[in-house]
């Protein structure tokens, strides 16, 4: 069974330009949540899509959004990026919703770096 | 609101060292509890996990005991092992939501 694939794994942006990343969730996985991992904040949560809808959103600026499709898969976009938003932006997918075991499964994360 | 304060590190200790990394958390509830481990350039995976007090979480050697008394899940392992360097989370949710709180991470070298 295929983990989380998370595209791309790498990118280089300059400030203001937008960027969009792409999570593939494991097949039959319906909910996808976004983290940001940075040395100086450590992993925070974005948000949460299940069916199509997001179900739960973090402490992060309006800059920030994300949608997921039919197929689960997701996508999130951060517009205007500033340097700060420099991190490695990770994906976890689960089975169900609130019935999961609570366990999440990571991909491998797209590093952005911010010029 | 839910936290979780875990040792900082980085620990590093010798093979077959016992290894201890502290994890306390802050909930109303019931929380679950988990440990991640993060190996370099890959994504988190689930070490072990405890949903309920006195629950026990082990896997590869690898035992945390979910105290509700003291709010803590300690992660500790008998002898670790150079393959066991990586950095470490703990972490809880409530409801078995997706919103997963995460520690800082403690980094852990182990050197033969």
């Known amino acids: 069974k295929a983990g989380v694939t998370q595209t791309p794994r790498y990118l280089i942006k300059t400030r203001g330009q937008q960027v969009t990343l792409s999570c593939s969730p494991i097949s039959g996985h319906r909910s996808v949540s976004w983290y940001q991992q940075t040395p100086g904040q450590g992993l925070q949560f974005l948000f949460e899509?299940?069916?199509?809808?997001?179900?739960n959103k973090g402490n992060f600026p309006g800059r920030f959004s994300g949608r997921q499709f039919s197929n689960s898969r997701s996508e999130m976009n951060v517009s205007t990026l500033e340097l700060g938003d420099s991190a490695l932006y990770l994906c976890?997918?689960?089975?169900?919703?609130?019935?999961?075991?609570?366990?999440?499964?990571f991909g491998e994360g797209s590093r952005l770096t911010v010029l | 609101g839910n936290s979780v304060t875990q040792m900082e590190g980085p620990v590093t200790l010798s093979e077959e060292a016992f290894l201890t990394i502290n994890c306390t958390y802050t909930a109303t509830g019931y929380p679950s509890l988990f440990w991640y481990v993060q190996y370099p350039g890959e994504g988190l995976q689930l070490l072990l996990k405890?949903?309920?007090?006195?629950d026990k979480g082990s896997n590869k050697g690898f035992e945390a005991t979910y105290r509700k008394e003291t709010t803590s899940f300690h992660l500790e392992k008998g002898s670790v092992q150079v393959s066991d360097s990586a950095v470490y989370f703990c972490a809880l949710t409530r409801y078995n939501n997706n919103d997963m709180r995460f520690g800082a991470g403690t980094r852990l070298t182990v050197k033969p």
């Open positions: 899509y299940f069916s199509e809808t997001q179900r």
């Open positions: 405890a949903t309920k007090a006195d």
């Open positions: 976890a997918s689960t089975p169900l919703g609130r019935a999961s075991t609570g366990e999440l499964f």
